[in-house]
Nanobody
């Protein structure tokens, strides 16, 4: 059974930093591509950052230069370091792990709240 555990959300002031982590078990972690999505109230879930099994990364334009995605295959864990946080970064953040065929191998975390507020 595949288990995903997210941690690290919370409340931070604008300009501050937070780190998220997503640990998975029950899968061959190194074979998976993975990403972080966020969903603000009343809005669709959007991709924030992604990292392939080979370590290539891509970011939404809104977070480039501020967020860093990484992975540690030895720990079965993916990370998102968020710096220079803005009010508009407030959302529930979800980790997502997938490999082809994605219809069969696609797993979501439970979500963690990130609130940026003064």
């Amino acid at each position: 059974q595949v288990q995903r555990v997210e941690s690290g959300g919370g409340l931070v002031q604008p300009g501050g930093s937070l780190g998220l982590s997503c640990t998975a078990s029950g899968i061959s972690f190194s074979l998976y591509s993975m990403g972080w999505y966020h969903q603000a109230p009343g809005k669709q879930r959007e991709l924030v950052a992604a990292i392939t099994s080979g370590g290539s990364t891509n970011y939404a334009d809104s977070v480039k230069g501020r967020f860093t995605i990484s992975r540690d295959n030895a720990k079965n864990t993916m990370y998102l370091q968020m710096d220079s946080l803005k009010l508009e970064d407030t959302a529930v953040y979800y980790c997502n792990l997938w490999r082809v065929p994605r219809a069969k191998y696609n797993y979501w975390g439970q979500g963690t709240q990130v609130t940026v507020s003064s």
